[in-house]
């Protein structure tokens, strides 16, 4: 009963710790009762496997469950999914953990699992069933004076950070519990106090020290509060035209370069992306454009493309069976001035269940179209194989980041590389409600910003629309439920961050590191605990 309640406890811990409700410090302790679970039951030698995996189980299930829960709120089905595997998925690391220590002395063993679940989460940044929600790096988003180093290593420097001090005090803790050596513990706990302390002093003068840098762009983002239960596919393009239209001169001055509008503001009877320049809801923005002749619209819009020629039908292609004919569904943006569309960027970061099906080859055939019903289309999404970045008529560029795409650190790199100069987010978060899921979605877009030293600015559909500045700070927003429009500046540069150039290198070298060691440990005895 002890171990499952210590088992208990570290999944609270978790939970209590992560943005935006809790107090991150806990992550730094989280881990050691589980960590003293798995060594209590190793040292035990017999049948400690199925212990350990339910031990561990338990604990991840109640951090998925606590963290994640407003999933519930848009499909019960992909919230039981997501909490179920995530933490199956979690335990068996732990468990590979388990195996390996008790074949190696406690230093390896140590390194193994700080290595191998960074490379977890790595992995689970590119996998099907990707979620990379829980990344332990993501735990400091709400406080972003302290991690200003992420621009050097992205979150997996956070997980890093966070996995190493929790070993460390749990070896601390236990080699007190086996000695009473009082002077040693201090000593221990000393040290560890300066791993805590050291990271965030750097971070506070890089803090301190920095300024931001580029040419200032006025920019308005759009926040139409749409209900996409009840209103979004009920309302017709025109009036969705019309309301951010109305929206947008409110803000508009001769000096606004650009204008965000949330994703898939445009979704009733969606365009054909080989017609979407001759459609009328484009020509009914044309009196707005010619009157503010220096905007560039980021339109986000539900777009699908026929394909004739059946030979261009690809793995995520969607087939109409009641009028025979194949086609392309993107969930896209695109960028529109007085001299047409200038380009767009499909989404390609898909939410499982609900964009993508995975592992569509085998499961198809077997389960057919089970993809999960938000009150739109239920077609797999088309993606593209680089992120696209549009250019205004003055040749600023910006990083058209559609939604949960924001969370993948690497991917908005690809963006930087592209020659973006700033990232605008388009995203829908209404499909949560007024819960920790679009406020955690907004937290986490604050460490791109950090990451990549870029202005931001973000419209949401129903909230909560923000400027964050190159610090990650929110400096302007709109709150959840409110209908408007923000107006600010944000800084274009074309600076290239050591995270931006390198990308997950931690991540990498993490996998190379603790997948060496686990193949390693079957060659060689068991080693005493």
Not at 55 to 73: A, E, G, K
Not at 468 to 480: A, F
Request: proline content about 3%.
């Amino acid at each position: 009963m002890k171990h499952l309640l210590l088992a208990l406890l570290t999944g609270i811990l978790l939970a209590l710790a992560w943005p935006t409700y809790g107090i991150f410090l806990f992550v730094f302790v989280a881990w050691v009762p589980l960590l003293w679970v798995e060594y209590q039951l190793r040292s035990t030698g017999k049948a400690s496997k199925g212990k350990v995996f339910l031990c561990s189980y338990l604990s991840f299930l109640v951090w998925n469950t606590l963290t994640t829960w407003w999933i519930w709120n848009s499909t019960v089905e992909g919230s039981l999914f997501a909490f179920l595997v995530n933490s199956l998925l979690m335990s068996l690391v732990f468990l590979a953990y388990h195996i390996v220590a008790k074949r190696n002395s406690t230093k390896i063993s140590s390194i193994f699992f700080i290595t191998i679940w960074i490379a977890f989460e790595k992995f689970h940044h590119h996998w099907d069933f990707s979620w990379p929600w829980l990344s332990l790096g993501n735990v400091f988003s709400e406080n972003v004076s302290w991690i200003q180093w992420y621009e050097y290593t992205g979150i997996f420097g956070g997980s890093l950070w966070v996995l190493v001090v929790n070993v460390l005090l749990f070896h601390t803790l236990r080699f007190y519990w086996q000695e009473k050596d009082k002077k040693l513990f201090y000593k221990r706990i000393a040290g560890i106090g300066l791993l805590l302390l050291l990271p965030i002093i750097i971070s506070l003068g890089i803090y301190s020290h920095y300024t931001e840098v580029g040419k200032p762009i006025e920019v308005v983002v759009l926040q139409p509060n749409i209900d996409p239960y009840e209103e979004k596919y009920s309302l017709t393009n025109e009036e969705t035209i019309t309301l951010l239209q109305e929206l947008a001169e409110k803000k508009i001055t001769p000096q606004t370069h650009f204008v965000l509008t949330p994703e898939t503001v445009i979704s009733q009877g969606v365009y054909h992306l080989d017609d979407i320049s001759r459609g009328k809801e484009v020509g009914s923005m044309r009196p707005l454009l010619e009157k503010y002749p220096q905007l560039n619209w980021v339109m986000g819009a539900a777009i699908y493309q026929v394909l004739t020629d059946e030979s261009k039908v690809g793995a995520q292609s969607n087939y109409n069976p009641q009028q025979n004919y194949w086609f392309n569904d993107y969930n896209s943006a695109f960028l529109l001035n007085t001299y047409g569309i200038m380009g767009f960027h499909h989404k390609s970061k898909l939410v499982v269940g609900v964009e993508n099906m995975p592992l569509q080859s085998v499961l198809r055939p077997i389960l057919g179209n089970i993809m999960i019903d938000l009150g739109g289309t239920v077609a797999v999404k088309t993606t593209q194989k680089v992120p696209s970045v549009l250019s205004s008529i003055s040749q600023e560029k910006v990083a058209p980041v559609i939604c949960y795409e924001s969370i993948y650190g690497a991917y908005v790199n690809e963006y930087i590389k592209q020659g973006a100069q700033f990232l605008g987010v388009l995203t829908n978060d209404a499909w949560w409600g007024d819960t920790q899921g679009h406020k955690q979605l907004l937290s986490y877009t604050c460490l791109r910003a950090i990451e990549t030293r870029k202005s931001i600015a973000r419209s949401a559909n129903t909230g909560i629309s923000a400027f964050i500045n190159q610090r990650g700070e929110i400096i302007q927003s709109l709150g959840y439920g409110k209908k408007g429009a923000l107006r600010g500046t944000v800084l274009a540069n074309e600076n290239i961050t050591t995270y931006v150039r390198y990308g997950d290198y931690i991540a990498r070298l993490s996998a190379f590191i603790g997948i060496g060691i686990f193949l390693m440990s079957f060659l060689k005895k068991r080693s005493e605990v």
